[in-house]
Structure formats: structure tokens, C-alpha cells
């Protein structure tokens, strides 16, 4: 196995969703109970979540874009309550999503991304709408793709391509790492990429026996003492430069109705 490049997912791959997203709902909920009470009335936490899975049910062409989903559902609840203003559905928009990117990393992964980047170029896939660099790690990818960029989500094959074409390396000698079997494994290997399942919790796998992982790894810092052991050094490398990033920042939107 000749690995060029290693691409991570984002979310319960380098940190817990659940506990942010949680925090985001509050500190949402919140913003409305100091700015809009009569709409934090309505729109408990527990309505307003319902509301965003109906306003995907409702847009599947959004399915791929977290962000824009968000934007419908905070418009929808804004207007129901008489608040008909673009300007403050965006501001709610920002208060969710900074307080979505505040997330606590597993403890390994600072010595492990450090150490992988040592290794091959690193970058990132994912369907989730985590900003990098209000999180402070944009520093170590070369690249940070998300399903909004590209038009489409994992385990799309289309996501992966876009990724390697970037990159300019053959999809067998990227390696994609991330803790979903379907999306990160099953959809890795189906775009011709090695995958590698995050299996934090020793759990069994779950999918068919063609769809198993090349590799396995408790946590990040096994996938790097792997690297250590079985990939030549950057040097040897292709190189993507860091301008070659593609920002994915979702606090601003000019999304139309």
C-alpha cells in the first residue's frame, strides 16, 4: 500500500459532534430569549431541531449544504414570529455556528496531526460545515473539503475524486480516514481511495464483508505510529500549497429565497 496522502473527516473523527451542536442549540436559544423571546417560546431547542429535519425533508437538493439548511430553518422561524429580516436571520446564523466551532479535540489528535503532516500532504473531507480556521487547524491541512464546496456529500464517489484531482494524486494512494463506515470507508473505497475506519469505541463493524476497511485504528495517534512504519517521508512527496486550500466558512451567507 503506496499512500501519497491522507484525508480525515472532521466530525467525531477530531472531536465529538454531539456536545457542539448541543452547545450551538443553546447558545441559539439563548440569542432568542434575550432578542426574540415570543419566537424562543415557540421555537424551543426541541421545535427548532424538528423544524431543520423537516426543512431538509422538505429540500433534498440541499442535502449536501448544512449551512443553507440552518439559514431556511432560522428564516422560517424568524418569519412565523413577525421578525421578517434577512440581517437578523444571518446574525442568528453566526451566533449557532460560532458556538458550533467550538468543539474539544480527542486528546489525541494535536500530537497526531503534527506528526501525520510530517508524513504526506493532509487534508480534509466532510459533509459537516466546521470552519478550520475558527477552530485553529487550518494550519495543518493542505487542503479542507466539505460536501458544500463540491455540490454534493460523501459517500458520494464525487467528493472523494474532486479531492484527489486537488490534490493531484491517484485515488489508490490516498488514504481517507473517518469514523462513519458507510460514508467514510464504504464511500472511500467506492471512489477507488484506501480507507481506513476511526473505530474509537471498539465497536464491531457494521456493513457487508466487501465494504471492510484496508486499515483500522483506535484512535489518530495509532494512524500515525502506522505512517511512521509504512510511508516514506514528505520529501518524497507531492506537495500541495497551502493557498491551494479551499476555505469553507459558513458564518456569512447570501443564500436566496
Same mark, same amino acid.
Given at each position: 500500500m503506496r499512500?501519497?496522502?491522507?484525508?480525515l473527516?472532521?466530525?467525531?473523527?477530531l472531536?465529538?459532534?454531539?456536545?457542539?451542536?448541543?452547545g450551538?442549540?443553546?447558545?441559539?436559544?439563548?440569542?432568542?430569549?434575550?432578542?426574540?423571546?415570543?419566537?424562543?417560546?415557540?421555537?424551543?431547542?426541541?421545535?427548532?431541531r424538528?423544524?431543520?429535519?423537516?426543512?431538509?425533508?422538505?429540500?433534498?437538493?440541499? +442535502?449536501?449544504?448544512f !449551512?443553507?439548511? $440552518?439559514?431556511l430553518? *432560522? =428564516?422560517? @422561524?424568524?418569519?412565523?414570529?413577525?421578525?421578517?429580516?434577512?440581517?437578523?436571520?444571518?446574525?442568528?446564523?453566526?451566533?449557532?455556528?460560532?458556538?458550533?466551532?467550538?468543539?474539544t479535540?480527542?486528546?489525541?489528535?494535536?500530537?497526531?496531526?503534527?506528526?501525520?503532516?510530517?508524513?504526506?500532504?493532509?487534508?480534509?473531507?466532510?459533509?459537516?460545515?466546521?470552519?478550520l480556521?475558527?477552530i485553529?487547524?487550518?494550519?495543518?491541512?493542505?487542503?479542507s473539503?466539505?460536501a458544500r464546496?463540491?455540490?454534493?456529500a460523501?459517500?458520494?464517489?464525487?467528493?472523494?475524486?474532486?479531492?484527489?484531482?486537488?490534490?493531484?494524486?491517484a485515488?489508490?494512494?490516498?488514504?481517507?480516514?473517518?469514523?462513519?463506515? +458507510?460514508?467514510d470507508? !464504504?464511500?472511500? $473505497?467506492?471512489?477507488? *481511495? =484506501?480507507? @481506513?475506519?476511526?473505530?474509537?469505541?471498539?465497536?464491531?463493524?457494521?456493513?457487508?464483508?466487501?465494504a471492510?476497511?484496508?486499515?483500522?485504528?483506535?484512535?489518530?495517534?495509532?494512524?500515525?505510529?502506522?505512517?511512521?512504519?509504512?510511508?516514506?517521508?514528505?520529501?518524497?512527496?507531492?506537495?500541495?500549497s497551502?493557498?491551494?486550500?479551499?476555505?469553507?466558512?459558513?458564518?456569512?451567507?447570501n443564500?436566496?429565497?
Amino acid at each position: 500500500m503506496r499512500i501519497l496522502a491522507v484525508s480525515l473527516d472532521l466530525d467525531d473523527t477530531l472531536w465529538p459532534i454531539e456536545p457542539a451542536i448541543a452547545g450551538a442549540d443553546q447558545a441559539l436559544d439563548d440569542w432568542l430569549r434575550t432578542h426574540h423571546p415570543a419566537i424562543a417560546r415557540t421555537w424551543t431547542i426541541a421545535a427548532m431541531r424538528a423544524l431543520r429535519a423537516r426543512i431538509a425533508d422538505e429540500n433534498p437538493t440541499l +442535502a449536501h449544504d448544512f !449551512a443553507a439548511q $440552518r439559514l431556511l430553518t *432560522l =428564516r422560517h @422561524a424568524l418569519r412565523s414570529g413577525g421578525v421578517d429580516s434577512e440581517q437578523v436571520a444571518l446574525d442568528a446564523l453566526d451566533i449557532y455556528f460560532a458556538a458550533r466551532n467550538r468543539v474539544t479535540l480527542y486528546d489525541d489528535v494535536l500530537p497526531a496531526l503534527a506528526a501525520i503532516a510530517a508524513h504526506v500532504p493532509l487534508i480534509t473531507i466532510s459533509n459537516g460545515n466546521a470552519d478550520l480556521r475558527r477552530i485553529g487547524l487550518d494550519t495543518h491541512f493542505a487542503l479542507s473539503l466539505s460536501a458544500r464546496d463540491v455540490g454534493i456529500a460523501k459517500p458520494s464517489a464525487a467528493i472523494f475524486r474532486s479531492a484527489c484531482a486537488q490534490l493531484r494524486i491517484a485515488p489508490e494512494h490516498v488514504l481517507h480516514v473517518g469514523d462513519d463506515p +458507510a460514508l467514510d470507508v !464504504a464511500g472511500a $473505497r467506492n471512489a477507488g *481511495l =484506501r480507507a @481506513a475506519w476511526l473505530n474509537r469505541t471498539d465497536a464491531q463493524w457494521p456493513l457487508a464483508n466487501d465494504a471492510t476497511p484496508d486499515l483500522q485504528f483506535a484512535d489518530l495517534g495509532a494512524l500515525a505510529h502506522w505512517l511512521d512504519a509504512h510511508v516514506a517521508s514528505r520529501d518524497a512527496t507531492p506537495h500541495v500549497s497551502k493557498a491551494a486550500s479551499v476555505a469553507a466558512s459558513p458564518t456569512r451567507l447570501n443564500i436566496p429565497d
